[in-house]
Nanobody, 125 residues
Framework: VQLVESGGGLVQAGDSLRLSCATS????????MGWFRRALGKAHEFVAQ????????TYSDSVKGRFTISRDNAKNMLYLQMNNLKPEDTAVYYC???????????????????WGQGTQVTVSS
């Protein structure tokens, strides 16, 4: 496994969680990174993405203003700070990496080459 997510859990609506994704320098160093989620019975949904330097980020409309993606290039770590969580945020969250050398794309899962195993986030009402 080349990407490992952590930080998921069961929280109440309005709470916060911070997801982390650890990976190798080989994957992380030259790659734009993203977070996706998959709710039960649904397809992968784009959440957020960040370019290699961390200076450019994009978000889905459903999380904009509540979630913040960031990266620590010295530690090969990707983060997703999730505030004011809602029951509709319940899903398995995945971190993903684009092929080295590419910037952020349009947010389609097909644009990402490497995937973690996911971490469950459950938000109760």
């Amino acid at each position: 496994v080349q990407l490992v997510e952590s930080g998921g859990g069961l929280v109440q609506a309005g709470d916060s969680l911070r997801l982390s994704c650890a990976t190798s320098a080989t994957i992380f160093g030259g790659a734009a990174m993203g977070w996706f989620r998959r709710a039960l019975g649904k397809a992968h949904e784009f959440v957020a993405q960040i370019n290699r330097s961390g200076g450019i980020t994009t978000y889905s409309d459903s999380v904009k203003g509540r979630f913040t993606i960031s990266r620590d290039n010295a530690k090969n770590m990707l983060y997703l700070q999730m505030n004011n969580l809602k029951p509709e945020d319940t899903a398995v969250y995945y971190c993903a990496a684009r092929p080295p050398g590419l910037g952020i794309g349009s947010g389609r899962p097909q644009e990402y080459q490497y995937w973690g195993q996911g971490t469950q986030v459950t938000v109760s009402s």
